[in-house]
């Protein structure tokens, strides 16, 4: 592995601020495509992209809120467009889940996993072509209301979004984690 690629990993950071443009249909293939090349035991491929973009991201948007409206008593229809704008902090959002399959050698968590995987791959990808991401998820992420207001289907596990774009300042250093309490050797 070259020294390049690992300076170009420790370089790359989530970007909370992003502006158009971001990746046209061409360069999300290609991002997508690579990061379908994650680890995946049982090549299970469980992986599932949906991109949202443009006046898309309200459809997003409408699903914040009636997620929002299932969770909170008494929610004043005034918030409605807070939680709206959420879909709008980037010019892409990209939702990522995993399909999960009944398998008897790859477990639930190990399609997770995979998912995930790729969306380390996307991150990646997005820097790799000079955008930015944040992966996002939180709550509304983990509950069936959400899968519901998808339309996905009840095997579908939601990994997070992406927010995409191109970054709107050149992001700060982010300092070097400490190995020592992170990693452990055992050589005898």
């Known amino acids: 592995m070259s020294k390049e690629f690992i300076t170009f990993m420790r370089n790359r950071v989530s970007q909370a601020a992003l502006n158009s443009p971001a990746p046209s249909e061409s360069e999300w293939e290609s991002i997508l495509s690579a990061a379908s090349r994650a680890a995946d035991h049982g090549n299970l491929k469980p992986w599932r992209f949906c991109?949202?973009?443009?006046?898309g991201r309200a459809k997003l948007g409408q699903i914040y809120w009636h997620h929002a409206l299932s969770e909170v008593e008494?929610?004043?229809e005034s918030k409605e467009d807070a939680?709206?704008?959420?879909?709008?902090r980037a010019p892409a959002v990209l939702?990522?889940?995993a399909r999960i399959q009944d398998h008897p050698k790859v477990p639930p968590i190990e399609q997770i996993m995979a998912a995930s995987a790729?969306?380390?791959?996307?991150l990646l990808g997005l820097?790799?072509?000079g955008y930015g991401g944040m992966w996002r998820s939180g709550p509304a992420c983990f509950t069936q209301k959400t899968k519901d207001l998808l339309s996905l289907e009840k095997n579908d596990q939601i990994?997070?979004?992406?927010?995409a774009g191109t970054p709107k300042e050149k992001s700060a250093f982010t300092p070097e984690v400490e190995l020592g309490?992170?990693?452990k050797w055992v050589r005898d």
């Open 74 to 76: 008494l929610m004043p």
């Open 51 to 55: 991109i949202y973009e443009g006046e």
């Open 95 to 97: 939702l990522i889940y």
């Open 159 to 163: 990994i997070g979004l992406i927010y």
């Open 118 to 122: 790729a969306a380390q791959q996307v």
């Open 181 to 183: 309490s992170h990693l």
């Open 83 to 88: 939680f709206v704008k959420k879909a709008y």
């Open 127 to 129: 820097n790799a072509l």
